[in-house]
Structures are given as structure tokens and as C-alpha cells.
């Protein structure tokens, strides 16, 4: 997910010097989102990890 951020974001800045701000506003957006998923996801999966406890294999 971290990728796609990164993709976003770099879309989003070559939009802005290229003048298209449409173009990097909606960029910068969705990389927020995607970022924002992205740490929800491992904030939860941390905690499931943490409750779940380690087993012996």
C-alpha cells in the first residue's frame, strides 16, 4: 500500500509543476486516503497480533 502512496505522490508533484491542479489535488487525496488505510490496517493487525499471543510451533 506504501507503493501506492509513493506512486500518488509523485504523480501529485509532477501534475503541480506541470500546472495541472486538478490533477495533483486529486493525487495528494488519494495518497492521503491510501496512507491513512495503510496505518489502520497495521495498527489493527498489530493489536490482533498482540492479543493473540505467540505460539509455540
Same mark, same amino acid.
Given at each position: ?5 509513493? #506512486?500518488?505522490? $509523485? ?9 495541472? =491542479? =486538478?490533477?495533483?489535488?486529486? *493525487? ?8 491513512? $488505510? ?5 495498527? $489493527? *493487525?498489530?493489536?490482533? =497480533?498482540?492479543? &493473540?499471543? &505467540? #505460539? &509455540?510451533?
Amino acid at each position: 500500500m506504501f507503493g501506492w502512496v509513493v #506512486t500518488f505522490l $509523485i504523480v501529485a508533484l509532477i501534475a503541480g509543476v506541470l500546472g495541472f =491542479g =486538478g490533477v495533483a489535488g486529486a *493525487s495528494i487525496e488519494i495518497a492521503k486516503a491510501i496512507f491513512f $488505510i495503510a496505518v489502520i490496517l497495521f495498527l $489493527i *493487525s498489530a493489536v490482533v =497480533g498482540l492479543v &493473540r499471543g &505467540r #505460539t &509455540r510451533v
